[in-house]
C-alpha cells in the first residue's frame, strides 16, 4: 500500500514538473522580443497570409502590404498581442515574396530557404518596422508625437451613369515616394555623416554687431546639409541624394451606387511619404463630369443627359404640338443601366408646355453601405419629366385655313372670349398710352 501511494505521489511530482516547464517556457517566450523571430511562418504560406495568389503581380503584393500592415500595425492596435503578431507575419511575408530572387528561393524551399539564404548570403533579415518605413515615413511608426505630412486633396470626374450603377476604377497620380534604392539615406552606399558645420543640429547660430558693444543673433538653417543635420558623400542615382522620388501611382477606387457628388473617399496614410514624417491622407473628392458621347455611352442611352439633384433625377421630354394637344402617343426613354422608362398620354389627354410628371422610384439609388444585399434593399429617388412643346414656326397656308376654320366653329359653340372675361377696356386711353394706374 505505501509503494503504491509512493507511486502515486512521484507519478504526480513528474506532471507538475511537466507543467512547471510549459508555464515557464510561455512567460519566457512573452518577453521575447516579438520582431526576434519567436513566431516564424514555418507553417503559414506567405501568399495566404497576404491573401493573394500565386500569380500575384509585384504590384498586387505590395498592395495587399500595404493594407494588412497598416491594419495591424501595433501603434494602432496597443496592447493587441494577436496584432502585433499578425504585423510580423504580414512583414515576414513581404520580405520572403518582393524580391524576386528570395521569391524563388522561398517558391522551392520555403521559408527555411529563405532564412538560409539570408544568413549565408547577402539578403539581411529586415526589421518589420523598417520596411514599414519604406511605404510611410516616420521611422516606422504612428505615434502621437511623431511629425505627421500634409494631406493631399485629388478631385476625380465620374460619370452620372457610374454613379448610379457603381464601378471599380482606377487613376493615377504623381506621388512622392521613398526612394527603394538607397532606402531613404540618400547615400549610394549607405554611410550617411553627421553634418560637420552645424554638429548634427541642422541650424547654425550667427552674431551680428548691430551697434558698438551691441549684438545680434539670428539662428538660420545651415546651407551645408539643407537643415538635416547630415551629410553624404556619394549620391543616390536614382534620387540624386534627395531621399524621395516621385513616381506615378496607380489608386483603385470602388464607386458604389447612388455615392453623392462631393463624396471624399479617404486614403489613410497614402499621401507624399518622406523618411522625416509620417505620410498624410490621400482624400479624393468625387465630382460629376459631363457626359461624353464617345467614352460615356457607348450604347446610346438617355440616361446620360440626365441630371441629378439629391436622390431625384430630372430629365426633359420634348413633344409636338399635334402631341400635347390631342395625345395618343408613347415614347421609350432608356435609363442609366439601359432599362426602359414608358412615357405616353391616351387619345384626348393634353400636355401642357412645363408640365412635369413624377415617376416614383426610377431616380438615384440612395446611398447605402451595405449597398443591395441580405442586409439592406436599394431604395430609388424619383424621375422628374419635365414637357416642352414645340410650336411649328412655319405652316401650309392652306392648313393654316383649315385650322382657323375649325378654331372658329368650336370658338363659336363652346369657347370662351378671355379678351372680354377678362374686363379690360375695348379702346386704348386717349393720349394714345396705357391707362393710368392709380396709387396705392
Known sequence: MLLCRAALL?????????????????????????????????????????GISKSASDKEIKSAYRQLSKKFHPDKNPGDETAKEKFVEVSEAYEALSDPELRKV?????????KQRQQGGNFQHQNPFDIFSRFFGGGGHFQGGQRRGPNVEVKLAIALRDFYSG?????????????????????????????????????????????????????????????????????????????????????????????????????????????????????????????????DNPDHVDGVFMRRKGDDLHWKEVIGLREAWMGGWTRNLTHLDGHVVRLGRREGQVVQSGQVDVIKGQGMPIFHEDGDSVYHETQYGDLLVEYVVVIPDQADPAMLKEIKAVFDKWQKKTGVDLHKDSGRPDIPDAAGGPPAHEEL
Request: glycine letters at 10%; aromatic letters at 6%.
Open 10 to 50: 512521484l507519478f504526480l511530482s513528474l506532471i507538475h514538473l511537466v507543467l512547471c516547464a510549459e508555464d515557464y517556457y510561455k512567460v519566457t517566450s512573452l518577453f521575447l522580443s516579438p520582431f526576434s523571430g519567436s513566431r516564424t511562418l514555418a507553417n503559414l504560406d506567405s501568399r495566404q497570409v497576404l
Open 106 to 114: 522561398y517558391d522551392q524551399y520555403g521559408h527555411e530557404g529563405v
Open 167 to 295: 464601378r471599380a476604377t482606377e487613376f493615377q497620380w504623381e506621388k512622392q515616394q521613398i526612394c527603394e534604392e538607397c532606402d531613404g539615406t540618400g547615400s549610394a552606399d549607405g554611410v550617411v555623416e553627421q553634418c560637420g558645420t552645424c554638429g548634427g543640429h541642422g541650424v547654425r547660430i550667427q552674431r551680428h554687431q548691430i551697434a558698438p558693444g551691441m549684438f545680434q543673433q539670428v539662428q538660420t538653417q545651415c546651407d551645408a546639409c539643407g537643415g538635416r543635420g547630415k551629410t553624404i558623400r556619394h549620391r543616390c542615382p536614382a534620387c540624386g541624394g534627395n531621399r524621395v522620388v516621385r513616381k506615378p501611382t496607380t489608386v483603385h477606387i470602388n464607386i458604389l451606387p447612388g455615392m453623392a457628388k462631393e463624396s471624399r473617399v479617404v486614403y489613410e496614410n497614402e499621401a507624399d511619404a518622406s523618411p522625416d514624417y509620417v505620410a498624410g491622407d490621400l482624400v479624393v473628392t468625387l465630382a460629376e463630369k459631363e457626359p461624353d458621347l464617345e467614352q
